[in-house]
């Protein structure tokens, strides 16, 4: 099992940045791919950003809302992933959580069901 906790949420304006920071403990899965996810009032949980972290490029993969404006990167010394989140929008306003889950399932990793851990989520709220 891996224990993770998210850090860096917050308030900002439409067009602001935040970078997310999920630090897990332990690397039960020879083949871990972090992902982050997030879950919107009344909407499901849906999945923004994945990493392998096994190799030193990734692959990692971004749901189409999200790209060109999110980035995920690992930093394996630092048992930590990141999302840096640029040109935020309104429609980004969620919680947002980490996930680990061990394999990298290409397309699949971003669907929830393939992970195992989750960590507690972080709010972010983006005003217009």
């Known amino acids: 099992q891996v224990q993770l906790v998210e850090s860096g949420g917050g308030s900002v304006q439409a067009g602001g940045s935040l970078r997310l920071s999920c630090e897990f403990s332990?690397?039960?899965?020879?083949?871990?791919?972090m992902g982050w996810f997030r879950q919107a009032p009344g909407k499901e949980r849906e999945g923004v950003a994945a990493?392998?972290?096994?190799?030193?490029?990734?692959?990692?993969i971004y749901a189409d809302s999200v790209k060109g404006r999110f980035t995920i990167s690992r930093d394996n010394d630092k048992n930590t992933v990141y999302l840096q989140m640029n040109s935020l929008k309104p429609e980004d306003t969620a919680i947002y959580y980490c996930?680990?889950?061990?394999?990298?399932?290409?397309?699949?990793?971003?669907?929830?069901?393939?992970?195992?851990?989750w960590g507690q989520g972080t709010q972010v709220t983006v005003s217009s």
């Open positions: 332990g690397r039960p899965y020879m083949d871990m791919t």
């Open positions: 996930a680990a889950g061990p394999f990298w399932y290409g397309d699949r990793s971003l669907f929830p069901h393939e992970y195992r851990d």
């Open positions: 990493i392998y972290t096994v190799t030193v490029s990734g692959p990692t």
